[in-house]
């Protein structure tokens, strides 16, 4: 059984909270500094291809902390294995989270990184209307997903200048505009990978 939200320190990068009543799946948690469960808090939902829920809440703590969003980061996503079981994780990290936490369910948003933007967008249709937006990192939308004006969250994609799926998120980016979905797309120096910390930080903004 994983911790209470009593016994989760404040302003602390938490490297694994286990999800109640789905064995085998955790996350990595930041709560900002101010969080107290009085209040709503809004929250970022992040899936990692490797499975590594501290390497992207590392890039997003400073601003977590500095906008006050709580950061709930899955250890169990991957990208491209098919016995990775992402919608199991995906399911239990939600549940006990809104279970667990304060939350402000119409500031929700999903991030990924590479399959796991997939992942996010995945989350962002399944729990609609609650998430407002979407980052992906190295990857768009779901293969059987393209933007339409439907689609109920905006986009914030990032891809560096080496990435093999270079292609992939500048083609993205007309059909987002013709969905008439707010959307931005970014290009950093780099590979496919996640985004340095301070490009992080101006997608939360």
Same mark, same amino acid.
């Given at each position: ?46 899936? &990692? =291809? ?11 703590? @400073? /601003?977590?902390?500095?906008? +006050?969003?709580? #950061? ?23 549940? &006990? =989270? ?11 948003? @999903? /991030?990924?990184?590479?399959? +796991?933007?997939? #992942? ?23 293969? &059987? ?61």
């Amino acid at each position: 059984m994983g911790q209470s939200s009593g016994e989760l320190p404040n302003g602390k990068a938490i490297d694994k909270v286990d999800c109640t009543g789905a064995s085998g799946f955790s996350y990595a948690l930041y709560l900002p500094s101010a969080y107290v469960a009085e209040k709503t808090w809004p929250v970022l939902f992040i899936f &990692d =291809a490797d499975a590594q829920g501290m390497v992207p809440l590392e890039l997003f703590k @400073a /601003a977590a902390e500095k906008y +006050g969003y709580i #950061i709930v980061s899955s250890n169990n996503s991957a990208s491209d294995d098919p016995t990775v079981p992402n919608l199991q994780a995906m399911v239990a990290m939600y549940n &006990d =989270a809104t279970s667990r936490f304060s939350l402000n369910k119409q500031r929700m948003y @999903a /991030a990924g990184y590479s399959g +796991g933007a997939r #992942i996010a967008c995945d989350m962002a249709y399944r729990y609609a209307p609650q998430f407002a937006g979407v980052i992906g990192a190295g990857s768009g939308f779901p293969t &059987d997903h393209d933007p339409t004006p439907d689609t109920p969250f905006v986009f914030f994609g990032t891809v560096g200048n080496l990435d093999f799926n270079y292609y992939e998120m500048r083609l993205l980016e007309p059909k987002l505009k013709s969905a008439g979905i707010p959307y931005r797309i970014r290009v950093f120096d780099g590979e496919h990978d996640w985004p340095p910390a301070e490009l992080c930080t101006e997608e939360l903004e």
